[in-house]
């Protein structure tokens, strides 16, 4: 069967890795109809805006993308295209597996799965500057928002993706010590619906500064996490790095209205054209997304294609401290597949 799906390339290094991904794609005989879109940068380029309407209309109709990185000016400028589209398709949970590939790093042992609230918290934009005398800047405020119901689904979203894939522990991640009302009202709704769980899924808790610490002492003990916006996306990018980096970090965003799918890594503007970009993690997203389609035996040989051309044939990108270049390593994936 053939499925319509957006798909967004991106900006910097996301053309190059979402080539390799089609390839792969391709390879695994995956049937999609893509309906090419932009955001970001390219978008500016093209259309004069960040976020097109062809583009939102596209994932309205789709209800499934396939999205490279898009990159975000720091500071000043537009704001994020990729906070818009959750917002705008209510993609409350961002799945973010982190797992041992590499053999011989500092970790062997890493399998946990972070499930980051992905429309609340200091996410929401509420963010300004206040004049005070001659400056313009003098103060910065910004506002965190939570709400009950916005802690409850993504509490149960975490215990109901424990059950569905065999997690034993869910891990509720937190700074309620000072952060009393919003990340207060996070652990307490999480600790009211825990026990619903109680005999199938164990639950605890952590303060995210004590978690930070705990991961990299030893990651092992973690099975899921489920968290805040903010502390969702530093944790993300720290447990990738106890397995190689960026390059092998996948990640999904679920909603009601759609999904999107995409690497956590950004545009790696350092990198971008040079075709050296490690695409391991736009595959690893693009396998999330077959899972979500429920083509598991799909998914399931991307990842095992994947892992053999790291760990067996030895083809690595030069992030994994290999030679390969982006199109070499995707063609060695996809004869694998
Ligand atoms: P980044 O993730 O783009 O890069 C961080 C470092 O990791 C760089 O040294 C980069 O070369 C390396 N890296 C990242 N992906 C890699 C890959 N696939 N292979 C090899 N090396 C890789 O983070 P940044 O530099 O902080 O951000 C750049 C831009 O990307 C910003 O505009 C930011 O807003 C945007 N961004 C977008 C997303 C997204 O679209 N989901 C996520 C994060 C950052």
Known sequence: MTREATLIAGDGIGPEITEATLLVLDALGAKFDWDEQYGGMSAVEKAGTPLPNATLDSIRRTKLALKGPL????GGGYRSVNVALRQEFELYANVRPTKTIVPGGRYDKVDLVI?????????VGLDHTFKVGDDPKAVAQTMSVMTREGCRRIVRFAFEYAKQHGRKKVTIVHKANILKATSGLFLETARMIAPEYAGAIAADDKIVDNAAMQLVINPAQFDVIVTTNLFGDILSDEASG?????GLAPGANIGTKAAI?????????????????????QMLAAAMMLDHLGELDAAARLRHALETVIVKDNVRTRDLGGTAATAEFARTVARRV
Not at 115 to 123: A, P, S
Not at 242 to 246: A, E, Q, R
Not at 263 to 280: E, F, L, T, W, Y
């Open 71 to 74: 990159t975000t000016p720091v």
């Open 115 to 123: 499930i980051r609230e992905n429309t609340e918290g200091l996410y």
């Open 242 to 246: 106890l397995v190689g980096g960026l």
């Open 261 to 281: 799918f995409e690497a956590v890594h950004g545009s790696a503007p350092d990198i971008a054209g040079r075709g050296i970009a490690n695409p391991s993690a």
